[in-house]
């Protein structure tokens, strides 16, 4: 894990948990970012303690997306298989050396029903914003859609501008959002939604959509990831 932008994330306003970034992402010719929605916790104080930590998300992401703990969530199971249509063959080590991940909403929800809000999105943007100039990814990826609706809202507040927005043809239920924005300094960044890789996620059909459109992307992740 590479920990030397550390001291700079510690200075944003609205981050209160550290992305993970892989130990190779810097020197990646491709950057690539994927980004969760929301961290859940118990209300007993262990788990509040433990949310409290700024390494809160590396925690969860090296229990579940490394060591493949899915007892409580598989949105990484799910989103190896749309990416891969496999996860039982996958090196995680070396796939997430080379790729970054964090959670958009920066505040936990308490209940598996519980949803963010209008303010959780737009906080969550004007997070997001601040930590491009650190991270410079090329592609984010998002698991859900939800943020994207709020986008146009809270850009206008921002060093960044739209330049393209598209809804695509529904899959699995849900549109998938294409989206490219560019900061003031002329650098763009390709912003994929897809369908919250949880519940009633088809990974078959998110895959075919993956690898029609997304040829570069995922041939960059795969390589090397292979056990």
Same mark, same amino acid.
């Given at each position: /894990?590479?920990?030397?932008?550390?001291?700079?994330?510690?200075?944003?306003?609205?981050?209160?948990?550290?992305?993970?970034?892989?130990? #190779?992402?810097?020197? %990646?010719?491709?950057?690539? /970012?994927?980004?969760?929605?929301?961290?859940?916790?118990?209300?007993?104080? !262990? %788990?509040?303690?433990? &949310?409290?930590?700024?390494?809160?998300?590396?925690?969860?992401? =090296?229990?579940?997306?490394?060591?493949?703990?899915?007892?409580?969530?598989?949105?990484?199971?799910?989103?190896?298989? +749309?990416?891969?249509?496999?996860? =039982?063959?996958? #090196?995680? &080590?070396?796939?997430?050396?080379?790729?970054?991940?964090?959670?958009?909403?920066? @505040?936990? /929800?308490?209940?598996?029903? @519980?949803?963010?809000?209008? @303010?959780?999105?737009?906080?969550?943007?004007?997070?997001?914003?601040?930590?491009?100039?650190?991270?410079?990814?090329?592609?984010?990826?998002?698991?859900?859609?939800? +943020? @994207?609706?709020?986008?146009?809202?809270?850009?206008?507040?921002?060093?960044?501008?739209?330049? !393209?927005?598209?809804?695509? !043809?529904?899959?699995?239920?849900?549109?998938?959002?294409?989206?490219?924005? !560019?900061?003031?300094?002329?650098?763009?960044?390709?912003?994929?939604?897809?369908?919250?890789?949880?519940?009633?996620? =088809?990974?078959?059909?998110?895959?075919?959509?993956?690898?029609?459109?997304?040829?570069?992307?995922?041939?960059?992740?795969?390589?090397?990831?292979?056990?």
């Amino acid at each position: /894990m590479d920990k030397s932008k550390d001291s700079e994330f510690t200075e944003l306003t609205e981050l209160k948990w550290l992305p993970f970034i892989g130990k #190779d992402y810097f020197n %990646s010719a491709q950057k690539i /970012m994927v980004i969760g929605e929301s961290h859940y916790r118990d209300d007993n104080q !262990e %788990s509040i303690d433990w &949310n409290n930590q700024l390494t809160f998300t590396r925690d969860i992401h =090296s229990i579940i997306a490394i060591n493949k703990k899915y007892d409580r969530t598989k949105v990484f199971y799910y989103l190896n298989r +749309a990416l891969f249509r496999n996860d =039982s063959k996958i #090196d995680t &080590n070396v796939l997430w050396s080379k790729l970054t991940f964090y959670n958009f909403i920066q @505040s936990s /929800m308490h209940t598996r029903k @519980s949803r963010p809000v209008e @303010s959780d999105y737009l906080k969550g943007w004007s997070n997001y914003f601040e930590m491009m100039p650190i991270l410079k990814p090329n592609f984010c990826l998002f698991i859900g859609v939800q +943020a @994207s609706d709020y986008l146009k809202k809270a850009i206008k507040n921002s060093d960044f501008k739209i330049k !393209e927005f598209k809804k695509l !043809e529904k899959i699995n239920g849900t549109f998938p959002r294409e989206v490219i924005i !560019e900061q003031s300094n002329g650098k763009e960044i390709k912003l994929l939604f897809i369908k919250h890789t949880s519940n009633f996620f =088809s990974w078959d059909d998110w895959n075919k959509f993956l690898k029609k459109g997304y040829v570069k992307e995922l041939n960059w992740i795969k390589s090397g990831i292979w056990n």
